[in-house]
């Protein structure tokens, strides 16, 4: 399997931790989205159509999608489950992903970011406090829920999930950015116990090839 991805990418980051965790080697296709490489045509016309990062190719399979993977690796590879089967659990799990995935790091992308700076001319700060408005509008639910309905070490649970999965790269994110996370004590005590687990460690974007400081 192939996995394209960029290093700082925290869609990226979260197919490498499920490659990681339900043990399935890949090789890694850097693709460097702040030089433009996404929107390359041969990127775009053989590889992912929406011009983005992650994609994976299984032999003739190519898709991209963060979490259109990780469904497709559950269906493929189940034996390391990162959305529960069970009813309840598997809508929790959704849930946090979700919140994640589609109300804070939509707003807060690369392109968001330079878009913002770019046409619409916000200065450095103004972005910075865009990026940290959203992360704190975003991480005061996730916080919420883990109150009301995790349990375990994971979010859910003894083991990793999709919630886990996602999670992960959206505090790293939010360090770098500089973020204040100590209203998020659930959170980051998930994302302490990340920083022991070896497939999580080696998915981090320091581990990866491409890595630039």
Partial sequence: MQLYSFFNSSTSYRIRIALAL??????????????????????VDEVNASA??????????????????????DAKY???????????????????????????????NLRILKYLQG???????????????????GMAGVERLLDRYGHG???????????????IPQIANAQRMGCDLSPYPRAMAVYAKAATHPA???????????YTA
């Fill in 22 to 43: 339900k043990g399935i080697a890949f090789d890694t296709i850097p693709v460097n989205i702040r030089v433009g490489e996404h929107r390359a045509a041969p990127y």
């Fill in 52 to 73: 983005t990062v992650p994609a994976i190719v299984d032999g003739d399979f190519a898709l991209g999608q963060s979490l259109a993977i990780v469904d497709y690796l």
């Fill in 78 to 108: 189940p034996e390391t489950r990162l959305v529960p089967h069970d009813i309840e659990a598997r809508a929790r799990v959704l849930e946090l992903a979700m919140l994640i995935s589609c109300d804070i790091h939509p707003v807060n």
């Fill in 119 to 137: 046409p619409l001319g916000l200065s450095a700060e103004q972005k910075d406090a865009w990026y940290r408005h959203w992360v704190a509008e």
């Fill in 153 to 167: 070490e994971w979010c859910f649970g003894d083991s990793p999930t999709l919630a886990d999965v996602c999670l």
């Fill in 200 to 210: 999580f460690v080696s998915a981090a974007p320091d581990r990866q090839p491409d």
